[in-house]
């Protein structure tokens, strides 16, 4: 006799006949058919939990579904619709019968586990000792739709290499093959949504958003790989966590930070049953201004997109499971009646939902009383002229998903049943035998399966498992009805080539604030050119000041520093050359100082003409002529040198301003250091015995005055060879200007130049200094002691504010002190003298002199 081993606890009974029995059965919402393969389902078909007394003071009752949700259940009868249509074609899976079983998971995944065990189990009713083998299990799961009760599931079945093809889990920790070597999904998976809520992100220029998940793997997984896409141009604002119990205390808590946050952005990673408490709160708070984005997992929920969410909810862009019309599913979810069947419980809730009525056997299990009850249900009400998300398949987004994961199933069946024998993929290349199918076997296939369906999309999975990555984008607005539509705005492709993964049509988008256009979301406003971001302290990098961008520096990302011949405009937005700056003959100045040195060599040349032609007067004859020519035409050198000094620096003109400068003012000097020491000799001829100025005559007054310029001469001459003076250009002194300038070269050289005049006048100051008391008949000592006293005082003067000048103002007090010192000389020596020649002729006189 063979003895049959039971994997389940076994209770002994006594019974006439020996029976298998379970200990214990679930009791939950299925929908049913059975055929010679059967697919499993699961499936949120309700919204609503109540959960069961789990103090376990007495045994615990089986937890209660409630609120069923009429699009979900359009789901699942999609899944049927594609079982029936594969069913009667002649081609796919010929001469096999597709069964199923369906259950809700009740949005919890206790029930979900239930539903899993019990599909893989296939134990539902007694079972004779002769067949412990019960109904015929699952090969294939299509479901579950949350990413947490996948996870959980996975790792159950994942043991028995069981198939499960989820049509909305998207966590991307369900794309590990080690984890979880059978799941298998026609959504894509997070990591591609979370791109594609990034790129649009980033398309807007929103860079201050708002993030709030779920307390589970998807909403956990999916904020924490936004957060790594997004902080690449991008700060988050806030990230708020939906909370697994629904505690009003922590919803109000995520409504209070949206409400405080400056960010008008939010993304929401979250199944509609956490959105419909947010938004009730939301609505009852009034927050509007802000712009939703919204996972697939709510982006086109028909219970969140109503009138009364709209002013709150309307605009949202969601990323979008790729939608597809179904042919002749409209009809199908017509034909949909109620039956008695327990095994189709499901049914009756949906009519007795969707007529608002109840059927006379669900009151009496239910234990109600018939007075309570105001209508009955006869199941012949008309389903066709109701309007609702059963029937609506415009959004045909999750629906096309379980549509695809059931032709999966198929295809993979098809071929596995087409195995050629010795051409097998399996041990000593053999095939499966699909009457007795494993789960395994069916997994090979599954892996392979590539197909184009009925509407012209290609089906397959990656290595990882996962569909093929692709989305639309889409917006909630208002219908020309007023009803609330959800709008395909564009498209996701992460197929695409580089930068066209995202494609959007503004001009269809509805933005839901006052000015109708899209909303600024920036922690602070990006700056004005010219400006730099400064950061805040404790502050995101996205929060900052602006700062003007300092002189010399030009913003494009940063305050950038200009090249050294350019300077920033006055808005810091651009570099522009530098002004270039000299002292030019075509300004004010360069007029005023060209003038007055021409008036000052002119005058110079007056005197000197004046003295030649009144030569062999007593007042000219008395003051040595000769040196008197030659200094009236030193001056004039002098007052003619300070032009080299205006106009553009060249080598040339930086050469000769120097070498003439030093040259004129020594022979000037040399001329009246002679005059000086003809005065004292002159003086000291008059002396009893004395005969000095036959040792100083007029050669010897030649010889001195050549040799005092002929000593100046040479220290030019060193100077221009070891290091002349050349044309440079400083921005030392002026940022924004360049100053065009002779360099000096050779400090030393012209620190020479310029104490070799200073010694000269020094000497002929002390000189005329001593012999200023002398007998006045022949006495220029005078005038000369004055006339060196305003030279030094002006030389003097003119260091300070030689070095405090800027720019071009330098060259013009080097030119000053030129045409001062040297108007100084003119006037102090010459002027008395002119007045005697021109303005008191009687006083020219040899009596006149020798008189005074």
């Known amino acids: 006799m063979k003895t049959v081993v039971c994997l389940y606890i076994l209770t002994a009974v006594a019974f006439s006949e020996n029976v298998c029995k379970i200990q214990e059965r679930f009791q939950l919402q299925t929908l049913y058919k059975r055929g010679d393969i059967m697919l499993g389902g699961i499936f949120e078909l309700s919204y609503k939990t109540i959960v069961p007394d789990l103090s376990f003071k007495h045994k615990p009752e089986h937890w209660k579904c409630d609120s069923l949700d ?106 590990n093959k080690i984890d979880y070597p059978s799941f298998f999904r026609t959504v894509p998976s997070d990591a591609f949504q979370v791109k594609a809520m990034v790129q649009i992100i980033k398309h807007f220029g929103w860079t201050w958003v708002g993030v709030i998940g779920t307390d589970d793997d998807y909403g956990q997984y999916a904020v924490n790989s936004f957060h790594e896409e997004f902080k690449k141009f991008g700060c988050i604002a806030f990230t708020e966590t939906f909370p697994k119990a629904q505690e009003s205390v922590k919803y109000l808590q995520i409504v209070n930070t949206i409400k405080d946050s400056t960010a008008k952005v939010i993304v929401v990673f979250s199944p509609r049953a956490n959105l419909i408490i947010l938004s009730a709160e939301i609505i009852r708070q009034n927050i509007t201004g802000r712009q939703w984005i919204a996972s697939e997992a709510w982006s086109t929920s028909n219970i969140l997109a109503t009138n009364e969410n709209f002013p709150f909810f309307g605009g949202t862009i969601g990323i979008a499971i790729r939608r597809g019309e179904i042919p002749g599913l409209v009809n199908f979810l017509l034909q949909i009646r109620p039956s008695s069947d327990p095994n189709n419980n499901l049914v009756p809730r949906f009519w007795e939902t969707m007529f608002g009525c109840k059927f006379q056997e669900g009151i009496n299990n239910e234990n109600d009383s018939i007075l309570s009850v105001t209508k009955f249900c006869t199941g012949y009400e008309d389903i066709k002229s109701t309007r609702t998300a059963y029937t609506d398949v415009s959004e045909s987004r999750a629906t096309y998903n379980v549509y695809k994961a059931v032709y999966a199933l198929a295809h993979a069946l098809h071929q596995l049943m087409f195995c050629e024998n010795g051409k097998g993929p399996f041990e000593n290349n053999t095939c499966a035998d699909i009457k007795i199918l494993q789960p395994w076997q069916l997994m090979y296939y599954l892996k392979k399966v590539n197909f184009t369906n009925r509407l012209g999309e290609r089906v397959a999975f990656d290595e990882n498992g996962d569909a093929l990555a692709i989305y639309d984008i889409v917006n909630w607005q208002r219908a020309s009805d007023g009803s609330v539509t959800i709008k395909t705005i564009g498209v996701y492709d992460k197929t695409a080539s580089k930068g066209q993964e995202l494609f959007l049509s503004e001009k269809d988008i509805f933005w839901n604030f006052y000015s109708g256009k899209v909303p600024e979301s920036v922690c602070s406003k990006s700056c004005q050119p010219g400006t730099r971001k400064a950061t805040r302290n404790g502050q995101p990098v996205c929060c900052f000041d602006c700062v003007p961008c300092a002189d010399g520096e030009i913003n494009s990302i940063e305050c950038s520093q200009c090249p050294s011949d350019f300077w920033s405009n006055p808005s810091r937005t651009q570099c522009i050359l530098k002004e270039i700056e000299f002292l030019s003959y075509e300004d004010a100045m360069g007029i005023t100082l060209t003038a007055t040195a021409i008036f000052g060599s002119c005058l110079s040349v007056s005197v000197l003409i004046v003295f030649i032609y009144y030569r062999n007067t007593p007042v000219v004859k008395a003051n040595n002529s000769e040196l008197s020519f030659l200094l009236l035409l030193s001056l004039t050198l002098c007052f003619l040198c300070s032009l080299c000094f205006i106009g553009e620096p060249s080598n040339a003109s930086c050469t000769l301003r120097h070498v003439v400068f030093g040259i004129s003012f020594v022979l000037s000097i040399s001329c009246i250091l002679v005059k000086t020491i003809v005065v004292i000799m002159a003086f000291k001829a008059t002396l009893p015995g004395n005969n000095m100025m036959k040792w100083f005559g007029v050669t010897q007054q030649r010889g001195t005055v050549f040799m005092f310029t002929f000593i100046q001469s040479l220290i030019c001459v060193a100077w221009l060879t070891s290091a002349p003076p050349f044309p440079s250009k400083n921005t030392k002194h002026q940022n924004s200007k360049v100053i065009l300038e002779c360099d000096v070269g050779s400090l030393i050289g012209f620190s020479c130049l310029l104490g070799y005049i200073g010694l000269l006048a020094c000497i002929s100051f002390v000189l005329a200094f001593l012999a200023r008391n002398l007998p006045d008949t022949f006495n220029e000592a005078k005038f000369i002691t004055f006339s060196m006293l305003i030279f030094c005082a002006v ?58």
Request: with cysteine.
């Open 70 to 175: 009429f699009e979900v259940f359009q789901w699942a009868h999609t899944m049927i619709f594609a079982i029936e249509e594969i069913n009667q074609d002649p081609v796919l899976l010929p001469n096999i019968t597709l069964g199923y079983r369906l259950y809700d998971n009740c949005i919890k995944l206790q029930v979900a586990l239930r539903s899993a065990i019990s599909l893989i189990g296939g134990l539902n009713d007694s079972i004779p000792d002769s067949d412990c083998r019960g109904l015929p299990p699952v090969v294939g799961i299509v479901g579950d739709p949350f990413s947490s009760h996948s996870i959980a599931i996975s790792r159950i079945l994942g043991l028995f290499r069981m198939p499960l093809i989820s049509y909305y889990a998207t966590c991307s920790c369900l794309s």
């Open 795 to 852: 030389w003097i003067t003119f260091i300070p504010a030689y070095i405090s000048s800027p720019g071009k103002y330098t060259v013009a007090v080097e030119i000053f002190a030129i045409l001062a010192s040297s108007f100084g000389l003119l006037g102090a020596i010459f002027a008395p003298k002119c007045y005697i020649i021109l303005f008191k002729p009687e006083r020219n006189t040899k009596k006149a002199l020798m008189g005074r």
